[in-house]
C-alpha cells in the first residue's frame, strides 16, 4: 500500500502530482500547482476528467476549445468565500496564467465524456454538526450536481478546536443502496500555517490504523477504513476532498462503536 501521508514536492510549480498509479488504487487523482504571476501551465486530460480548482489567488483558464478568462475571488483559501471552478472532460487540453500569486488544484478520476466544458458556478454552502463537531462545507461537486461522470468534490472549513469528518465513516464497499466504493484525497491548509491537524485512517478490523500529525499543503490518501480528523485549538483547518469510484454516489456508514453521536445529535 501507497504510504498514506504525502508531503509538497518543493514551495512552487507542480507540488503534488498524485495518479491512480502512484497511489496505489483505481480512480482518484490529485495535483496541485503553486503559481507566481505570468506562470503558464496546460495539461491534456487523456482519459481522466478534471476540476480545476483555484484554492487561491486568480488566473486566466480556458480548456477544450472556451475561454473561461479570468477566474479566482479570495487571496487567502481562510476568507472561506466560494471557489471558483471549471469541470473539463476527457480528451481535452486546458491551460491557465497565473495572473496572481495562486494555488490551482487538478482533481481527476475517469471520464466517459458525457458532460461538457463548464464553469461549475452556484455552489452551495452547508453547516455540518453541532458543537466541537461543526464544520462549513461548500459542496463544489456532489451527487445532487449532473456535472461529472465521476468526481465528487467538496471543499471543508473546520474551526479550530473542532472536529471534522466525524463521527468516523468509511465507504470502501460497493454495495449500493447501503455503500459506495469510493477512494478519497484529503488536500491540508492550516490557519496560521504553522499548524498541525490530527487524522486518523483505520479499518474495523485493524488492519489499517494510522495516525498522523498534518501539516499546511500535506495530502492524506483514504484507500479504505474510517478517516477522521480534527483541529487542534488555535489552529483553522480546511481540506479540499476529492472522491471517486465506480458509481458517482456518497453513500457511506459510520462507524458502529460511535455512531450513537449522529444518532443523538439527528435526534436532537
Not at 88 to 98: C, R
Not at 255 to 266: F, K, N
Request: hydrophobic residues 30%.
Amino acid at each position: 500500500m501507497a504510504e498514506l501521508q504525502i508531503k509538497p514536492n518543493g514551495t512552487m510549480g507542480k507540488v503534488h502530482d498524485i495518479s491512480p498509479e502512484s497511489a496505489g488504487w483505481g480512480y482518484v487523482g490529485f495535483g496541485l500547482y503553486k503559481l507566481e504571476p505570468g506562470d503558464s501551465i496546460s495539461e491534456h486530460t487523456g482519459d481522466k476528467e478534471v476540476i480545476l480548482v483555484l484554492v487561491e489567488g486568480k488566473a486566466k483558464i480556458a480548456g477544450a476549445g472556451q475561454d473561461f478568462g479570468e477566474m479566482g475571488e479570495r487571496m487567502s483559501v481562510f476568507e472561506r468565500t466560494k471557489p471558483h471552478c471549471v469541470y473539463i472532460p476527457n480528451g481535452e487540453e486546458w491551460s491557465a496564467t497565473a495572473t496572481t500569486r495562486c494555488e490551482l488544484a487538478v482533481c481527476s478520476a475517469p471520464g466517459k465524456g458525457n458532460y461538457p466544458a463548464q464553469r461549475l458556478d452556484g455552489i452551495g454552502f452547508e453547516e455540518r454538526g453541532k458543537g466541537a463537531n461543526t464544520r462549513f462545507i461548500h459542496p463544489i461537486a456532489m451527487e445532487d450536481r449532473d456535472v461529472a461522470d465521476s468526481l465528487l468534490v467538496t471543499e471543508v472549513f473546520t474551526p479550530q478546536g473542532n472536529w471534522s469528518s466525524y463521527p468516523p465513516h468509511r465507504h470502501d464497499e460497493d454495495n449500493f443502496p447501503d455503500m459506495t466504493y469510493l477512494e478519497e484525497t484529503y488536500y491540508h491548509r492550516l490557519n496560521p500555517g504553522q499548524g498541525y491537524g490530527i487524522q486518523r485512517v483505520f479499518t474495523e478490523d485493524g488492519t489499517l490504523d494510522e495516525t498522523m500529525a498534518v501539516h499546511d499543503g500535506d495530502v492524506v490518501l483514504v484507500p479504505k477504513g474510517h478517516h477522521p480528523c480534527g483541529s487542534p485549538y488555535g489552529y483553522e483547518m480546511y481540506y479540499l476532498n476529492v472522491m471517486a469510484g465506480p458509481m458517482r454516489k456518497w453513500r457511506f456508514k459510520n462507524h458502529p462503536d460511535h455512531d450513537w453521536i449522529a444518532q443523538r445529535d439527528a435526534g436532537g
